[in-house]
T-cell receptor
Framework: TQLLEQSPQFLSIQEGENLTVYCNSS?????LQWYRQEPGEGPVLLVT?????EVKKLKRLTFQFGDARKDSSLHITAAQPGDTGLYLC???????????FGTGTRLQVFP | DTEVTQTPKHLVMGMTNKKSLKCEQH?????MYWYKQKAKKPPELMFV???????INESVPSRFSPECPNSSLLNLHLHALQPEDSALYLC??????????????FGPGTRLTVL
């Protein structure tokens, strides 16, 4: 059973478009991280959200943690080719040490 | 500085070879991790060291042997691997010894090919 489901699985868009990636679970998480990974490279941390309802902005990227701490979203405004990559959400459930990864969203932004 | 370094970047080995992967961080983090990632899949946890002691072993075959010589270094010794062990091996570290409040920072990975 996959605890963190991401949607969509694949996304192919033109430069300048907006998009939202969702990370959903039926379980409660103490925190959620979002990473971006390029082929053959390690995941790069984008943000950590720890408070239910929290919204964090990183330039054109907006991250939200659901009020019930069961879901998160990543919104990208005016996507650029440099945003291309695999986006992974990952989180810890309370009192567990293991980081649980989402299923991943592969984004391709065309010029 | 949130940098985790890994060497080598690429490794090709035969099934009878012995090799080691190395990971280093100088951020004073107290937990270090090994993950295995197959193509188009999320990373899978292999081992966790917390305060230089092995705290999690995810039932990894004994042909993979981790070692934590000190708080900055983590090795993964490889012996008698199988072709299905070919993958991207990722090292990560986190500040507070692991646990559900700790954020993990990943290295660039070692691409391992077993012939």
């Amino acid at each position: 059973t996959q605890l963190l489901e991401q949607s969509p699985q694949f996304l192919s868009i033109q430069e300048g478009e907006n998009l939202t990636v969702y990370c959903n679970s039926s379980s409660v998480f103490s925190s959620l991280q979002w990473y971006r990974q390029e082929p053959g490279e390690g995941p790069v941390l984008l943000v950590t959200v720890v408070t239910g309802g929290e919204v964090k902005k990183l330039k054109r990227l907006t991250f939200q943690f659901g009020d019930a701490r069961k879901d998160s979203s990543l919104h990208i405004t005016a996507a650029q080719p440099g945003d291309t990559g695999l986006y992974l959400c990952a989180g810890h459930r309370f009192f567990t040490d293991k980081l649980i990864f989402g299923t991943g969203t592969r984004l391709q932004v065309f010029p | 500085d949130t940098e985790v370094t890994q060497t080598p970047k690429h490794l090709v080995m035969g099934m009878t070879n012995k090799k080691s992967l190395k990971c280093e961080q100088h951020m004073g983090h107290r937990a270090m991790y090994w993950y295995k990632q197959k193509a188009k899949k999320p990373p899978e946890l292999m081992f966790v060291y917390s305060y230089e002691k092995l705290s999690i072993n995810e039932s990894v075959p004994s042909r993979f042997s981790p070692e934590c010589p000190n708080s900055s270094l983590l090795n993964l010794h490889l012996h008698a691997l199988q072709p299905e062990d070919s993958a991207l091996y990722l090292c990560a570290s986190s500040p507070s010894g692991g646990g559900f409040t700790d954020t993990q920072y990943f290295g660039p990975g070692t691409r391992l090919t077993v012939l």
